[in-house]
């Protein structure tokens, strides 16, 4: 069971991180545009200096890998890690599409999730036959998808 952890949630709808010590949880919400890698990392700073976070290896840090902003889940991967090389923490993730689908896979055979980047829409494709698997994301053609 991951007791004391780190959460980073940047994919670039709600951003946020959240801390977990001793049973308190924290939240600090972030401003999307502001997510760059050197103001993300000393938000993180800050939250684990206030709250007196000893990190080491009975400390995970658990990332949001998506759907969102690939810069945003970089950046997350990147600074969970450095922790990882700097402090052997734990490192875990969770697809945010995915958990909110959780109650539904028993009934699903295939699942397609259309995604807005940009000026560009992408899909993925979840199947759920005898294994669960998932494509790469693929551009979709808008004109032919308005047809």
Same mark, same amino acid.
């Given at each position: 069971?991951?007791? =004391?952890?780190?959460?980073? %949630?940047?994919? #670039?709808? =709600?951003?946020?991180?959240? /801390?977990?010590? %001793?049973?308190?949880?924290?939240?600090?919400? /972030?401003? $999307?545009?502001?997510?760059? +890698?050197?103001? /993300?990392?000393?938000?993180?700073?800050?939250?684990?200096?206030?709250?007196?976070? !000893?990190?080491?290896?009975?400390? +995970?840090? !658990?990332?949001? $890998? #998506?759907?969102?902003?690939?810069? #945003?889940?970089?950046?997350?991967?990147?600074?969970?890690? #450095?922790?990882?090389?700097?402090?052997?923490?734990?490192? @875990? +993730?969770?697809?945010?599409?995915?958990? %909110?689908?959780?109650? @539904? /896979?028993?009934?699903?055979?295939?699942?397609?999730? !259309?995604?807005?980047?940009?000026?560009? @829409?992408? @899909?993925?494709?979840?199947?759920?036959?005898?294994?669960?698997?998932? +494509?790469?994301?693929?551009? !979709?053609?808008?004109?032919?998808?308005?047809?």
């Amino acid at each position: 069971m991951i007791k =004391n952890f780190l959460i980073i %949630n940047c994919t #670039g709808n =709600n951003d946020c991180i959240g /801390l977990k010590i %001793n049973n308190k949880y924290f939240i600090r919400k /972030l401003q $999307t545009k502001l997510n760059q +890698s050197d103001i /993300l990392v000393q938000q993180i700073r800050s939250m684990i200096q206030k709250n007196k976070v !000893i990190i080491d290896d009975n400390f +995970s840090v !658990i990332i949001n $890998t #998506g759907p969102g902003s690939f810069a #945003g889940i970089r950046t997350s991967i990147a600074i969970a890690k #450095g922790l990882r090389f700097a402090k052997k923490v734990k490192i @875990y +993730s969770y697809n945010f599409f995915l958990l %909110n689908l959780a109650n @539904y /896979l028993e009934d699903k055979k295939k699942l397609i999730s !259309i995604q807005k980047t940009h000026n560009n @829409y992408y @899909y993925i494709e979840l199947n759920f036959n005898k294994k669960f698997t998932f +494509s790469e994301p693929k551009k !979709i053609d808008i004109d032919k998808f308005a047809k």
